[in-house]
Nanobody, 119 residues
């Protein structure tokens, strides 16, 4: 089993910054990719940013230039630095790991952390 523990959410004013962290523990053998998703009330969960084992990075158009995803392999941790936050960034943010086991890729999710951008 794999456990993902997120931290770093909270309330911030528009234009502010937050950094989310997601630490993985457990049976981590082959991480294919790590990513952050978010879900706002009444909306579907959407990809915010992802980083593969080869360090290929992808961002949603809405966060390009404002958010930065990074990883620390030694700590099995992925980060999301969020700058110039906007009210529309308000959502529950979920960490995701895609882990390969015996040729099958499994999705693991964190519990979610609330990010609220409001004055």
């Amino acid at each position: 089993q794999v456990q993902l523990v997120e931290s770093g959410g909270g309330l911030v004013q528009p234009g502010g910054s937050l950094r989310l962290s997601c630490a993985a523990s457990g049976s981590i053998f082959s991480i294919v990719a790590m990513g952050w998703y978010r879900q706002a009330p009444g909306k579907q969960r959407e990809l915010v940013a992802s980083i593969t084992a080869a360090r290929s990075i992808n961002y949603a158009d809405s966060v390009k230039g404002r958010f930065t995803i990074s990883r620390d392999n030694a700590k099995n941790t992925v980060y999301l630095q969020m700058n110039s936050l906007k009210p529309e960034d308000t959502a529950v943010y979920y960490c995701n790991h895609k882990i390969a086991t015996t040729g099958v890729i499994y999705d693991y999710w964190g519990q979610g952390t609330q990010v609220t951008v409001s004055s």
